[in-house]
């Protein structure tokens, strides 16, 4: 059973940042994509970036890049999303997950908990 646990979201002012973290067990860290959501109130759930599982190739959303990293830690199984530069817009639960494919297209089948970023104005 893979397990996925964020951890990393708290309250910060707009051009602050913040890292998420994403700690899986389960499974070896090679096996799945591993990709970042986030959803608002009210609204749907978004995708932010991902990262593939061999290569290490990084995708985001357009609202994202250049301010938004994913990065992955092979030894801890841990996938982390640095957020810079964050602005009010960027409030919302995020959630890690884990697939099979690439980017935002990948069929993601596993998910955490999710975390909350509250950034105020």
């Known amino acids: 059973q893979v397990q996925l646990v964020e951890s990393g979201g708290g309250l910060v002012q707009a051009g602050g940042s913040l890292r998420l973290s994403c700690a899986a067990s389960?499974?070896?860290?090679?096996?799945?994509?591993r990709g970042w959501f986030r959803q608002a109130p009210g609204k749907e759930r978004e995708f932010v970036g991902a990262?593939?599982?061999?290569?290490?190739?990084?995708f985001y959303a357009d609202s994202v890049k250049g301010r938004f990293i994913i990065s992955r830690d092979y030894a801890e199984n841990t996938v982390y999303l640095q957020m810079n530069s964050l602005k009010p817009e960027d409030t919302a639960a995020y959630y890690c997950?884990?697939?099979?494919?690439?980017?935002?297209?990948?069929?993601?089948?596993?998910w955490g908990q999710g975390t909350q970023v509250t950034v105020s104005s």
């Open positions: 997950a884990a697939g099979l494919g690439e980017g935002p297209t990948a069929t993601y089948v596993y």
């Open positions: 389960g499974h070896t860290f090679g096996y799945y994509a």
């Open positions: 990262i593939t599982r061999s290569s290490g190739r990084t």
